[in-house]
């Protein structure tokens, strides 16, 4: 059974206080790594793919990065309005058909 | 205007009822899927559809059924309401290259009492 765990659960930086998130994930046939941004009431915001194992990919103050067992969400001096839950998402090929499992997130909270 | 939007927002019924909560999308994606998160829980697929006339069963899509109305509209019924379906409920649509990345609406939060 495909399984994706993300820790921490949830994590309250300081301005300026960079970190990073941790993905991790037991599949067979991995066809893609996916990182989403949710803010409350809203639905999931994709971030970045990810396809293979060191592959990295950045968006402003965010840095994702790929290996063969996990991916990790860099934070780089994250500011106030980079405060949401986090979600990974793994793509894998199981019995003949593809398939996306979610995992539960990591609410991120950032104090001025 | 949203790409993927959901309607109704909120929604409060009662056990027995039937419910019917819409999408629709301005993206002009094949692909389109519907989600329920509670929490604890990771996003669960409940049903997806590759083009109007292909409709897939998810990992939990016992009570729920859909309709694929048009290549914009995808529509998710509860027949027969119970309380354990009270969620949050997301549509989503992804291109034809693939399930991901996914472009998810803000979701109708239902409460079945």
């Known amino acids: 059974e495909d399984q994706v765990t993300q820790s921490p659960e949830a994590l309250r930086l300081q301005e300026g206080e960079s970190s990073s998130l941790n993905c991790s994930y037991t599949?067979?046939?991995?066809?893609?790594l996916f990182w989403y941004r949710q803010d409350p009431g809203k639905g999931p915001e994709f971030l970045f793919t990810?396809?293979?194992a060191g592959e990295e990919k950045e968006k402003e103050r965010l840095k994702a990065t790929l290996t063969k067992k996990e991916s990790f969400l860099h934070i780089t001096a994250p500011k106030p309005e980079d405060s949401a839950t986090y979600l990974c998402?793994?793509?894998?090929?199981?019995?003949?058909?593809?398939?996306?499992?979610f995992g539960i997130g990591t609410k991120l909270q950032v104090i001025p | 205007d949203a790409d993927v939007t959901q309607t109704p927002r909120n929604r409060i019924t009662k056990t027995g009822k039937r419910i019917m909560l819409e999408c629709s999308q301005t993206?002009?994606?094949?692909?389109m899927y519907w989600y329920r998160q509670d929490p604890g829980l990771g996003l669960q697929l409940i049903y997806y559809?590759?083009?109007?006339?292909?409709?897939n069963k998810g990992e939990i899509s016992d009570g729920y059924s859909v309709s694929r109305q048009a290549q914009a509209k995808f529509s998710l019924s509860l027949e027969s309401a119970i309380p354990n379906q009270t969620a949050l409920y997301f549509c989503?649509?992804?291109?034809?290259?693939?399930?991901?990345?996914?472009?998810f609406g803000d979701g109708t939060r239902l409460s079945i009492l």
């Open positions: 990810l396809y293979s």
């Open positions: 559809s590759f083009d109007v006339k292909d409709i």
């Open positions: 989503a649509t992804s291109s034809r290259e693939g399930w991901g990345p996914q472009h």
């Open positions: 998402a793994v793509q894998a090929r199981s019995g003949g058909y593809q398939k996306v499992t």
């Open positions: 599949v067979s046939g991995l066809r893609g």
């Open positions: 993206k002009g994606h094949d692909r």
